[in-house]
């Protein structure tokens, strides 16, 4: 009988299955190691660019933040030349406010009357004069009176006065005035 010796060739088989799955082995865990290393190139470059991107919009950021800051620089520099205007143009108009009241009263006196004191209060003018007569001061009342700018003429005293020996009526009268605006406290002063 013949005899055939079949194990080294179930060896050889066996080697070379090892060797198959040895070199499946190592070329599966190199390609995981490969994917494995793109997969991380790709999230760190990600993470780069995002982080680059979060720089740039936190510069975009303070950028903002400086124009904002002029922004409001430039608001608050506009208030106060507002109110610089506005205190101008109130000035101008008490400055021409008592040139031409005076204009309208000097226009108001007759003749022989005359004035020898004026105050004006918050809107309030009162007049101290001398006449002749208790006619020109009821002529320079109902001129007064005549005038639009002013209101409630009253007089407050008439009396009987001498001066150099001559009789005269020394009298009071005040007024309001109809367009009187009471300035405006300053609202930038903190309490």
Known sequence: MIKINLLPVRA????????QQISILVITVVGTIVVCILLY??????????????AKTEQEIQQLKTKI?????????????????????????EKTGPVS????????VPDKLWLTKYTEANGVI???????????IAAFM????AIPDFS????????QTEINKTKAKRFDITFKLTAFAPPEPDKSVKK
């Open 12 to 19: 050889a088989k066996k080697k070379e299955t090892t060797r």
């Open 41 to 54: 190139s790709m999230a760190i470059s990600k993470i780069s660019t995002t982080k680059e991107d979060i």
């Open 69 to 93: 800051g002029e922004i409001d620089n430039i608001k608050k520099l506009q208030a106060e030349v507002k109110k610089k205007l506005d205190i101008l143009s109130r000035l101008r108009k």
């Open 101 to 108: 009241r005076l204009a309208l009263l000097s226009n108001a």
């Open 126 to 136: 009162s007049i101290s004069g001398v006449a002749f007569s208790e006619d020109d």
């Open 142 to 145: 109902k001129n007064l009176q």
């Open 152 to 159: 409630n003429v009253e007089l407050q005293v008439s009396e």
